[in-house]
């Protein structure tokens, strides 16, 4: 298993940025699709931004322009940069794959942005 472990988040105000990232216990080379995820208080988790192994990126609409994904398949790790945080970002954010694998969910990391 992958066992993602997550780390980064905090408080910051709104217009702040933060980077994210995602140790996971064992090699991602062979993981096509990893991802970011969010869920804020009262909501459903979701999908973020997500890159395939040859770097390719998708977004949330409500993050474009202002998030950026990455990964080193040598350190196994995934980052999620965050630029021009808005209150609206304030979640629990974790990584997995895509499709998510239940028993790779962690215990994520806690960002708070204030206005």
């Known amino acids: 298993q992958v066992q993602p472990v997550e780390s980064g988040g905090g408080l910051v105000q709104a217009g702040g940025s933060l980077r994210l990232s995602c140790a996971a216990s064992?090699?991602?080379?062979?993981?096509?699709?990893m991802a970011w995820y969010r869920q804020a208080p009262g909501k459903q988790r979701s999908l973020v931004a997500r890159i395939t192994g040859g770097g390719g990126t998708n977004y949330a609409s409500s993050v474009k322009g202002r998030f950026t994904i990455s990964r080193d398949n040598s350190r196994n790790t995934v980052y999620l940069q965050m630029s021009s945080l808005e209150p609206e970002d304030t979640a629990v954010y974790y990584c997995?794959?895509?499709?998510?694998?239940?028993?790779?969910w962690g215990q994520g990391t806690q960002v708070t942005v204030s206005s």
């Open positions: 064992r090699s991602i080379s062979s993981i096509n699709i």
């Open positions: 997995n794959t895509d499709p998510p694998r239940q028993t790779y």
